[in-house]
């Protein structure tokens, strides 16, 4: 077994659904309860899982995603954000090999580990396994010698008899179990279309916390965990992240309203902190209850989230409505995301078939699709926009279950799945100075659409307006 040289912790899984995320937050909570400078990160484009990461540990979760940004990127943000922090752990995606197309490790949990040097926690659900988990863990162990396992957790164990099997099996291993958590019906997180139910709707999250606090506590191997989750000091220093190398402003903040509350919540902390690198004060709004857009904004910046789930209220809040359409119409920079898109349509039909009016400033409406939509994208600018140049390309990443009623008269986007050569669709819709697209994309990755947004809405804040 490797010594353990501290830095941090990858908790994977063998594959998708064996309790990752239960024992990710599990160990946060017990770690919460130790100190409070616990950093923790998130594998891929997820906007979900580090919602929950940030309510047990006080602190933003960063996503770790080379496709959406680079892999400096991804190894300058861990190390950035590790330095006040006593322990870091990062929480993987999908199983440990799987990343954003079979033939790769690219996007995978295993790329993150190597790209940052960390070893691995290995999750199994032993549900249904006796000595078949020895053939598990051997196979994931052999599968990519440049990969460091600190040993595994049995998860979803059903009875001390089936405990003592699995221990037989990988008795002779050399590999540590580090947890063993039994079946936990007391501890399940609600989930729908898009995943988990965020925190900002789960009325009883902090009860939960304390249990997967009190089961991390009695769960685990601390006297073998705690030395390889801990932050050791950085022994060299990495290049910075490229939007870094954008100037700072050194003029008076432009405000730019953001949509924050339960039906708008998907943002990259990282990405938003950029914005403020590049001069911007972000002001909190809540298009679900605020009548008007904050006096001093000179720009919009409509995330997405779930509006789906929240469109009657949306739909009820017709003062904000004709603001929003008063001041987009006279130009004011609009940057909408996913749940942003369906908020500016004509109309939207729910998950239960009602339609529900939403601000029409796209000439399009919105309705609920059959099928998930998901995958990363090459996104290439058709035209010249308010943001983009023609012909520029970023990579982006698509997560809805809706969709639009017609075809945009001018796109945005010429989108390609990530692994296929050719071109499947174009998507965006544009117009007066707004940009609204289906696909999430990080600053990180794409550093001049955010600077183009920025100075879109600077140029706006010269206006003498009514």
Not at 56 to 79: E, H, I
Not at 228 to 234: A, G, K, T
Request: include cysteine.
């Amino acid at each position: 077994m490797a010594t353990p040289l501290g830095g941090g912790l990858v908790i994977a899984g063998e594959r998708s659904g064996v309790g990752k995320t239960t024992v990710t937050l599990a160990l946060l909570a017990a770690l919460r309860q130790r100190s409070q400078r616990v950093q923790s990160f998130k594998v891929g484009p997820d906007y979900i899982d580090p919602m929950f990461h940030r309510w047990v540990t006080g602190r933003p979760c960063y996503n770790l995603d080379p496709l959406l940004t680079s892999a400096p990127y991804v190894q300058q943000s861990f190390q950035n954000h590790c330095r006040d922090a006593e322990f870091a752990l990062v929480e993987g995606v999908m199983g440990l090999f799987d990343g954003a197309a079979g033939d790769s490790e690219v996007g995978s949990t295993a790329q993150i580990a190597k790209l940052l040097q960390l070893p691995v926690l290995l999750v199994i659900d032993c549900s249904r396994l006796s000595r078949s988990v020895l053939a598990i863990v051997q196979g994931y162990r052999n599968f990519d010698p440049a990969l460091t396992l600190a040993g595994v957790v049995l998860n979803r164990v059903g009875s001390d008899r089936h405990l003592e099997l699995l221990k037989t099996a990988l008795a002779n291993l050399d590999l540590p179990i580090l947890g063993v958590l039994q079946r936990q019906d007391a501890i399940t997180i609600p989930s729908r279309h898009l995943g988990l139910v965020p925190t900002a709707e789960l009325t009883q999250f902090q009860e939960l916390v304390q249990r997967l606090a009190h089961l991390g506590q009695h769960s685990f191997d601390w006297s073998g965990l705690e030395a390889w989750l801990r932050v050791r000091p950085s022994t060299r220093a990495l290049p910075p992240p490229q939007t870094r190398s954008a100037p700072r402003v050194n003029q008076r903040p432009t405000a730019i309203a953001i949509a924050q509350d339960a039906a708008f919540s998907f943002y990259y902390p990282d990405a938003l902190d950029y914005l403020t690198d590049l001069g911007v004060e972000l002001v909190p709004w809540s298009p679900l209850t605020d009548s008007q857009i904050p006096e001093l904004a000179s720009g919009l910046y409509l995330g997405g989230g779930f509006p789906e789930m929240f469109a009657a209220a949306l739909a009820d809040n017709q003062p904000l409505h004709h603001q929003i359409q008063t001041w987009v119409t006279r130009g004011m920079p609009t940057y909408a995301e996913c749940g942003g898109l369906m908020y500016l349509a004509q109309s939207l039909v729910d998950l239960v078939g009602q339609s529900w009016p939403m601000v029409g400033i796209l000439p399009t409406a919105v309705q609920m699709a059959p099928r998930l939509t998901l995958g990363y994208r090459r996104a290439t600018a058709v035209l010249d926009s308010p943001f983009l140049r023609g012909g520029q390309s970023l990579w982006g990443h698509e997560f809805h279950r809706s969709e639009t009623t017609g075809s945009s008269p001018q796109p945005i986007y010429q989108l390609q799945r990530y692994g296929v050569q050719v071109p499947h669709a174009q998507e965006g819709w544009q117009c007066y100075s707004v940009h609204a697209s289906y696909v999430h994309v990080h600053w990180g990755g794409c550093p001049s659409l955010a600077q183009a947004f920025v100075q879109a809405c600077r140029k706006f804040d010269r206006r003498a307006k009514p």
